[in-house]
């Protein structure tokens, strides 16, 4: 089975900070990971996807992860906090790369971004 | 190109009433998954459905919930008789034909039962 744990419910940082989300994630297979962003009252955008290529993924708005697989992380990074970066986070794990089984989800880190 | 579309966006019925969910994927996507999110959690996987098929339903309650994506027409996701514990946000999720492809997600349908 699969599982995905999202340190910290809720992060805050200045703008400007680096932010900082962690993603550990459990798999007997070797996994397919990804993080999404979730606007209030909208649905989820892809971020950036690990499918077993790079370690270091880039996304967009900025953000990147690297796939640890010694830690079994896939943390979220982005140099420089924008006020427009807050928003609900989500990192998933997957057993394909996504297209073909359902997504397990973490519970979600709130960014909270302070002027 | 549309991306994922929901309706209606905001479902309200009483306890009882039956729920429908309709979800249209993106031109091309013949996978659709559906997921609910709990206020303060995460979202759950609930079915993956192709064409006519349903893939894998291991996440969908074992009564009053189903699914269909029939050959022509949106999927539909059904909930019969709704209790307020099936107050949630329900979003719908699709991808093309080939396994590594990413879900791309719907607005959602956020269903209040009174």
């Known amino acids: 089975a699969q599982s995905v744990t999202q340190l910290g419910s809720h992060v805050s940082v200045s703008e400007g900070a680096l932010v900082l989300l962690r993603c550990n994630y459990s798999s007997s297979v070797p996994p397919y990971l990804f993080w999404y962003v979730q606007y209030p009252n909208q649905g989820l955008q892809l971020l950036l996807k690990y499918t077993s290529a790079a370690t270091l993924v880039k996304g967009i708005n900025g953000f990147e992860a690297e796939f640890k697989k010694s830690e079994t992380s896939f943390h979220l990074t982005k140099p420089s906090a924008h006020m427009s970066d807050a928003a609900e986070y989500f990192c998933a794990v997957s057993r394909s790369g996504g297209g073909a089984d359902g997504l397990t989800f973490g519970k979600g880190t709130h960014l909270i971004i302070q002027p | 190109n549309a991306g994922v579309m929901q309706n209606p966006r905001h479902l309200v019925r009483r306890r009882g009433q039956e729920a429908r969910l309709r979800c249209s994927p993106m031109k091309g996507h013949s996978h659709v998954y559906w997921y609910r999110q709990l206020p303060e959690e995460g979202l759950k996987f609930m079915v993956y459905l192709q064409k006519e098929n349903i893939i894998d339903e291991s996440g969908m309650p074992k009564e009053r919930f189903s699914a269909e994506f029939p050959k022509e027409g949106p999927s539909i996701l059904r909930i019969q008789q709704v209790v307020r514990g099936d107050s949630a946000a329900y979003f719908c999720?699709?991808?093309?034909?080939?396994?590594?492809?990413?879900?791309?997600f719907g607005p959602g349908t956020r269903l209040t039962v009174l």
């Open positions: 999720a699709s991808s093309p034909l080939t396994v590594t492809d990413t879900q791309y």
